[in-house]
């Protein structure tokens, strides 16, 4: 019996562009829930960090209160960062808004909100596929 360790089979250029673009674009649609996710809870996460800068200017232009609503601020920016960097440190804690994100994802908005977005990533992913691996 032959053994076929050691020796290597040429893929012609077309089919290893076909493969390559397939594979990556299989991927990439696997993948877009999990994407959709992580874009989902950056974007919960600039949007508060948008609204505390917001309110910062808000503040820093009333001449009026500012001692008090500094100091109510200072505390808020204290709470938020100790909350960030609790969501930095502790892996579980990510892991389960993760997970919840996602089943609140597929609960309320199924499928279609689940792949929002499939379509150009996996035409993007068929065509650098198709460049990458011919």
């Keep these: 019996s032959s053994s076929n360790t050691g020796t ?6 077309l089919s ?5 673009a397939l594979s990556t674009a299989i991927a990439q649609f696997v993948t877009t829930p999990l994407d959709v996710v992580r874009n989902r809870i950056m ?6 960090t948008a609204t505390v800068t917001s309110t910062n200017d808000i503040l820093s232009n009333d001449k009026s209160n500012n001692k008090n609503i500094m100091n109510n601020n200072k505390r808020s920016s204290q709470i938020t960062t100790a909350q960030t960097e609790s969501l930095d440190s502790n892996d579980n804690f990510n892991l389960r808004t993760y997970v919840n994100t996602l089943q609140s994802l597929a609960k309320e908005e199924g499928f279609n909100g689940l792949f ?7 035409g993007k992913a068929f065509l650098s596929g198709t460049i990458q691996f011919a």
């Design 116 to 122: 929002a977005g499939a379509t150009p990533r996996v």
């Design 8 to 13: 290597s089979t040429k893929v012609d250029p």
């Design 43 to 48: 974007a919960a996460n600039s949007t508060t």
């Design 16 to 20: 290893s562009a076909i493969y390559g």
